[in-house]
């Protein structure tokens, strides 16, 4: 009797390539912007949360605009082209979703930190704290 993990056979591999190389497309990892914000970052790194959780802990050199006040006028100061990066509280969390959906109905490129302060909290990286800006 099969499992209810291999009750539903995988995808074929081809299908699963595609799948799995599309979602590098849509966002990226707590450890790739650690990385990429240690050197000259490529993309403006959005944290979405509120303004009283951004200033309790937030990523290095982060901008906070929550999701709902994601609008055309706040995204003027960046050229059109500049890729943002969204994060919120982790997994358990939307945020992230709801202000990447903001952007790209704003038509700005834009991916997801998956893990959000949870996954930055777990890769052991630190956190800044500091009145947000909103």
């Known amino acids: 009797m099969p499992s209810a ?18 979602e590098f497309t849509f966002e990226t990892d707590c450890w790739d912007v650690h990385d990429a914000l240690s050197r000259s970052p490529d993309f403006v790194l959005l944290d979405v949360r509120s303004p009283a959780l951004f200033a309790q802990g937030h990523v290095p050199g982060a901008i906070n605009l ?36 903001r952007l790209a109905q704003l038509g700005r490129p834009v991916k997801i930190m998956a893990g959000g302060i949870t996954g930055w909290i777990d890769e052991g990286f630190p956190l800044a704290r500091a009145e947000a800006a909103a």
């Open 5 to 22: 993990v291999t009750a539903i056979p995988a995808a074929p591999s081809e299908l699963a390539c595609a799948h799995f190389a599309a």
């Open 66 to 101: 929550p999701h709902g006040k994601i609008i055309a006028s706040k995204l003027a100061q960046w050229p059109e082209g500049t890729l943002f990066v969204t994060y919120c509280a982790g997994p358990h969390c939307n945020g992230a979703a709801r202000g990447a959906l």
